[in-house]
Nanobody, 126 residues
């Protein structure tokens, strides 16, 4: 049984940093595309950042570029999201997700992901 478990969320002030971690059991992350999504109250789930099984990365829009960094440690079977210069608009539940890479799959569409963590709440106060 595959399980993704996120950790590292919490309540911080604007300008602070957090590092989210995602560990997997029953799944080898290095064979998968991995991503962090977030969902704010009343909004749709959106891609924050993704890292392909090749190691290349992509970020969703200018809102997180330069502030957030996705990385993976294949030896530890972990994926991370380093978040710097946090803003109140970054407040959301953050989810880790895995997707076995196939030709038709995108990185940004939640339905293209196979497994999800339970989410970790990040709250940024102004």
């Amino acid at each position: 049984q595959v399980q993704l478990v996120e950790s590292g969320g919490g309540l911080v002030q604007a300008g602070d940093s957090l590092r989210l971690s995602c560990g997997a059991s029953g799944l080898t992350l290095s064979y998968n595309n991995m991503a962090w999504f977030r969902q704010a109250p009343g909004k749709e789930r959106e891609l924050v950042a993704a890292i392909r099984y090749t190691g290349s990365t992509t970020y969703n829009g200018d809102s997180v570029k330069g502030r957030f960094t996705i990385s993976r440690d294949n030896a530890k079977n972990m994926v991370y999201l380093q978040m710097n210069s946090l803003k109140p608009e970054d407040t959301a539940v953050y989810y880790c997700a895995s997707s076995f890479p196939t030709y038709a799959r995108t990185l940004s569409r939640p339905s293209d992901y196979d497994h999800w963590g339970q989410g970790t709440l990040v709250t940024v106060s102004s």
